[in-house]
């Protein structure tokens, strides 16, 4: 059974349910106070203000950006995501945790 997902999330245990769901790595897993990847997430949410495929593809760059960069930060440079098996499961968690109302159709 998947966990709640998009605006049912409401505290952190949602969210690392959701992410544990789709198998990222522990050490992508923040515990912490707050909703892992918050940035990227909100950087995805601007795709809907976007009007041309050139803005939806800056979109997604910067939410990707923003995804490494908190993982860095995180752990202070010690671990970066290293291939696609850690950063495709990290993007579709930070897709499933926006607020798209018709994400498939971005």
Do not use: W
Request: aromatic share 8%.
């Amino acid at each position: 059974k998947i966990p709640q997902i998009g605006n049912q999330i409401k505290s952190n245990t949602d969210a690392v349910k959701t992410i544990k769901y789709l198998g990222v790595r522990d050490k992508f897993i923040f515990n912490q106070d707050r909703i892992p990847y918050t940035a990227s997430i909100r950087e995805i949410e601007k795709i809907q203000h976007c009007d041309n495929p050139v803005e939806m593809i800056q979109c997604l760059s910067l939410s990707f950006a923003r995804l490494k960069s908190e993982v860095v930060d995180y752990h202070k440079g010690k671990f970066e995501m290293e291939s696609m098996d850690d950063v495709l499961p990290l993007s579709i968690y930070c897709v499933v945790m926006s607020n798209l109302p018709h994400a498939a159709s971005y």
